[in-house]
Each structure stands twice: as C-alpha cells, then as structure tokens.
C-alpha cells in the first residue's frame, strides 16, 4: 500500500466512531467480504447503532448483504434467536 493510500485509510479510521473500527480493520485486512459490506453500509447509515435495518435503497448492489437481514442461514430461526443474534452483534460494537 502507498504511503498516501496508507494515511487514507488511517484517517478514515480515525474519523469514524471507534465501536466501528474492528469491523473496518478485517475488512481492510482483506480476509472479510462480510465484515466489508458491513462496514460500507454503516459508514452509508452515518454510523448509527440501531439503524441497520433502515437502507431504503433496494437498488445498491450491497441490499441483499446488508447487516442484520435473513439470510437463507438464518430465515428459519425464532424471533428470540434473531433478537439475540442482534444484540450480540450490537454488543460487538460497544466495547
Ligand atoms: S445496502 Fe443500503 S446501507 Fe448498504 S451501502 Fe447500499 S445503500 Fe448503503
């Protein structure tokens, strides 16, 4: 990575609320797709805990990847196993 390509990155880092970085440093390591989409579509919801589900965009490419929506892995669960999944994904942001 280039020096400058390396500052880019460090600032953005720093701009963003520090429960976001973890997810922004795998998906910069370049071993996350997941942890990518996810920290793409925060950083487009403002960096709000909470608002996960509230992309009104169903044309970006990202829709069908976004955080915190059934997947065909997880359509089945009850709402007590989503609700805990999402809180256990919130408190992952809050340490
Ligand atoms: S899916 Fe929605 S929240 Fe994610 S990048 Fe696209 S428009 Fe933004």
New binding site residues.
């Given amino acids: 990575m280039s020096h400058h390509a390396t500052e880019t990155v460090a600032l953005r880092r720093q701009t963003m609320p520090a429960r976001f970085r973890a997810t922004y440093d795998a998906a910069m390591s370049g071993r996350s797709r997941k942890k990518a989409?996810h920290a793409?579509?925060y950083e487009?919801?403002g960096w709000e805990i909470g608002h996960e589900t509230d992309?009104t965009?169903p044309a970006?490419p990202?829709?069908p990847y976004?955080p915190f929506v059934a997947s065909p892995l997880t359509q089945n669960l009850s709402d007590e196993a989503r609700a805990k999944r999402a809180a256990r994904a919130t408190r992952s942001f809050q340490t």
């Fill in positions: 989409v793409h579509c487009c919801l992309c965009s970006c990202l829709y976004r």
